[in-house]
């Protein structure tokens, strides 16, 4: 018999042009590094270079953080109504431009193009939209008006989701009257350089968004600055740390929004095919780069057997290759480091006496791939069911009642979401309850909504993003 | 092209084991939703399309069942479904004609000798509001007529009133006058509505020995739908994973057009695999799909879009 496979459905790439080379963005235009260097960024899906980019040293960092400074003078003054004006600008650019947008972040990124396309581009557009309602109604968001803006705001960014994480950040901090330097990931600069383009083209005053690009020690003297007021990053958990540590003798506003271990608890009650859409829903997505990743997969004993095997015949139909074919389900792993990272988590899984399960599937033979895998008979001791792989990799507990589902899921150092699937209702309010979870979906996962707040607990840091919430963390408020 | 498969099940489900099978029945909404939108972004070109429209006119049961019908209609579609395309020698034939009993005769006269079945709809189509006794009659009938398979309709009745087992003893006595005819058996999921109504109407004509499920008659509005669709090819994988037997299914009911009908297979694909895509386990019941497959076939290889009249009347 014939098989009917799907063509190849590529995405033309076009439709961007990059330049061999980007400087930093501040005093409203592009200039070249007072670092002279720069750094490469490579398509992960082809390990071709796509551009250079600086690198920001210490004089960038000040130069950007003083035109912030300049920025927060005419920013603070402009009218709320007026702000609002400029956000909703950008939100219409981006929409009107969003294939190019989309088209950016899977070739820098090696996400499908489905997904860059069907979600982080509206998620990113909602994002200004929304922000851009609160500008001018912050007197009745937290019903005082004694509100202050922190002033310049450093933030910086990882590589998962480069242009929403802009969003998530920039969006909130310019809609209260915040000017910004944002220090985007190293191997993900291209999206937030041509939305630096997109302010240039809406006018924003200059000074109000700053951007200088580079790697982890950019980073830091970004934190270390003493102009910057707060610091709002989205990270690992280890450099998380290093920023409050660095920060903590200063007066300055601090958010942090770190790593994951969710866990992805199926009752036996729940509707079954739909619970293993979820759950490949919750890990693979965005390759599993996804802080707030459904990892843990918590299974009644009842069902394992029932579940796992209908998992592994849906995981077996995942297309894993090329971002910008249509078709693609699954794209290319970051970067090389974070491939070795996966790797070395997963190996360790088996030694420890894991049972691997990893899909039958052709990988391309340049760029960074990693097979869509399942662990089970997995002790809670082992690392790879304690540390964030931050890959397509799930790994399978089992429970067997209520209470020990939430003693399990609550049994990590992490706390930024959580999945609840059962038919019962009352057993979702009484497992949610009892998670300490930032997000808990019930029998849905990675559903995001920029009204909703966003944030975790514990190690998975402090602060909220989206929301009403959302607002103080750029915000100082007098009680 | 399309033998009937000579699988089938030995014995029907007993009704204990059914009814657990049925109590185990849970949907959730939103997941079925999610899951099919996100089937319907798979983006099918260029050789893939060619082969799937190809696909769907041999999985074609072209149809006409109106009190207008007439022998002269019946034999015109009858001759368009063995040729569809006189023009083009690569497009096959379709899967079969589906008629009311008075005229499978009428249709065998063109299809004998072809691989094309004759299918005819029994048991009091559309409604099923008679005793079983007519609705044996009317198989028997259609059987006698020369009917290969046999369209039937479950009593929604019955299943409204919460007798799953007058369902099910219903659609057993009608398999059993079926013989060897292929039974498929109609669900109405347009008044199922409920994603649970489905996925249970599916399991509950599985077990009671259909060879098919089958989404519409065609008469009601949202006949088809891709979710109903989905949750039977769910039910249909669980009823195999249960028994080992490979049922089939058929859509019908308001798909007119290929890029609905391809968003069908890629359902069928993902959810059951390539072993359904054929014949014998996936059908379209339409009258005006097969017009717009054919005009797509064309377009693919000439890359003009022709007016109907290029293509004959069925």
Known sequence: ????????????????????????????????????????????????????????????????????????????????????????????????????????????????????????????????????????????????????PYGVVGQIIPWNFPLL??????????????????????????????????????????????????????????????????IAFTGSTSVGKYIQNATADRDIG??????????????????????????VNGIFFNQGHVCCAGSRLLLQEDIHDEFINKLEKRMQTLRVGNPLDKN??????????????????????????????????????????????????VQPSYNIAREEIFGPVLTTLTFRTPEEAVEIANNTEYGLSAGIWTDKGSKILWTADRLDAGVVWANTFNKFDPSSPFGGYKESGFGREGGRHGLLSYLKVKS | MSNIKEQTLSAPFTWASTLEILEGVKVDEVGV???VSSL?????KRESKLQALNYIVSMCDLTTLEGEDTEGKVLQMTAKAVRPDPSDDEVPSAAA????????????????????????????????????????????????????????????????????????????????????????TILEVGELKTYDNIKKASLLALAAGSDFIKTSTGKIPNGSSREACYLMAK??????????????????????????????????????????????????????LLDDVLKQIRKLKTNAYQSSYYFPRG
């Open chain 1, 1 to 148: 018999m014939n098989s009917w496979e799907y063509s190849e459905s590529i995405e033309s790439d076009s439709i961007v042009s990059i330049q061999s080379k980007y400087g930093h963005y501040y005093d409203g235009g592009f200039t070249s590094p007072k670092s002279k260097e720069y750094l490469k960024t490579v398509s992960p899906s082809s390990e071709e270079v796509l551009s250079s980019i600086s690198i920001g040293n210490e004089k960038d960092v000040d130069a950007a953080v003083n035109s912030a400074k300049e920025g927060f003078k005419v920013w603070s003054k402009t009218k709320p109504i007026e702000r609002a004006k400029y956000l909703y600008k950008l939100a219409r650019l981006i929409q009107e431009r969003s294939r190019e947008f989309a088209v950016l972040e899977s070739l820098d990124g090696g996400k499908p193009i489905k997904e860059s396309r069907d979600f982080d581009l509206p998620q990113v557009a909602a994002n200004f939209f929304y922000f851009a309602g609160w500008a001018d109604k912050l007197d009745i968001s937290w019903g005082t008006k004694e509100m202050k």
């Open chain 1, 165 to 230: 994480m802009l969003a998530w950040k920039v969006a909130p901090a310019l809609a209260t009257g915040n000017t910004v330097v944002l220090k985007p990931a190293e191997t993900t600069p291209l999206s937030a350089l041509l939305f630096a383009e997109l302010c240039d083209e809406v006018g924003l005053p200059k000074g109000v968004f700053n951007l200088v690009t580079g790697d982890g020690s950019t980073g830091s003297h970004l934190v270390n600055h003493e102009g910057v007021s707060k």
């Open chain 1, 254 to 279: 601090l958010t942090l929004e770190l790593g994951g271990k969710a866990a992805n608890i199926i009752y036996n009650d729940a509707a079954i095919d739909q619970a293993v859409e979820g759950v």
């Open chain 1, 328 to 377: 693609t389900d699954i794209g290319a792993i970051n970067s090389k480091e974070q491939l070795q990272k996966i790797t070395s988590l997963v190996n360790e899984g088996v030694k420890d006496g894991g049972q691997l399960f990893q899909i039958e599937c052709e990988l391309p033979t340049k760029g960074f791939w990693y097979r869509p895998s399942l662990f089970t008979n």
């Open chain 2, 33 to 35: 939703k999610d899951r």
């Open chain 2, 40 to 44: 319907a972004t798979r983006s099918i």
């Open chain 2, 97 to 184: 004609v589906c008629v009311y009993p008075s005229l499978v005769s009428t249709a065998k006269e063109i299809t004998t000798g072809t691989n094309v079945k004759v299918a005819a709809v029994s048991s009091y189509f559309p409604s099923g509001q008679v005793p079983l006794e007519s609705k044996l009659l009317d198989t028997k009938f259609a059987i006698d007529e020369g009917a290969d398979e046999i369209d039937i309709v479950i009593n929604r009745k019955s299943f409204f009133e919460g007798d799953y087992r007058k369902v099910f003893d219903e659609i057993v006595s009608l398999k059993e006058a079926c013989g060897d005819k292929h039974l498929k």
């Open chain 2, 235 to 288: 039910a249909v994988y669980e009823f195999k994973l249960k028994t080992g037997f490979s049922a089939g299914i058929k859509v019908a009911g308001g798909i007119r057009n290929s890029k609905d009908a391809i968003r069908y297979l890629v359902i069928i694909k993902e959810e059951l695999g390539e072993e359904w895509l054929n014949a014998n386990y996936f059908r379209f019941g339409a009258s005006s």
